[in-house]
Every structure is written in structure tokens, then in C-alpha cells.
């Protein structure tokens, strides 16, 4: 299953991007129904400096 990675550019750290799940951000996978009716996963990662205190 594909999964699209949503992730803050510039950020303190590298994100990694091929295993989403052990980055080091503690991402959040979120599914997500394509056009197609198929459920996708995004995987939202956090920003380790504050930035989306709000989320
Ligand atoms: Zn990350």
C-alpha cells in the first residue's frame, strides 16, 4: 500500500520518508478515500520545532 508523506520542509532533522512509521518525528497516518474509492494513507509528520503546536 502506498502511503503519501506530508512533512515540514526545512526542518531541524531529515525525515524519513521510505519508512514513515520509524521516523523520528512519531508521525501520524491518517487514511484517507482516493477519487477512485480506494483507501490511500498519509502520513502527516510533525515538525520538531513547534510549528504545528496547534494540530
Ligand atoms: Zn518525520
Known sequence: MSAFHVY???DLVE???ENGE???CGP???PVKRD???I???ITHH???GR???E
Open 8 to 10: 515540514p520542509v526545512a
Open 15 to 17: 525525515h524519513d520518508v
Open 22 to 24: 520509524n521516523c523520528v
Open 28 to 30: 501520524t497516518p491518517r
Open 36 to 38: 477512485d474509492g480506494s
Open 40 to 42: 490511500g494513507w498519509v
Open 47 to 49: 515538525s520538531l520545532d
Open 52 to 54: 504545528e503546536l496547534t
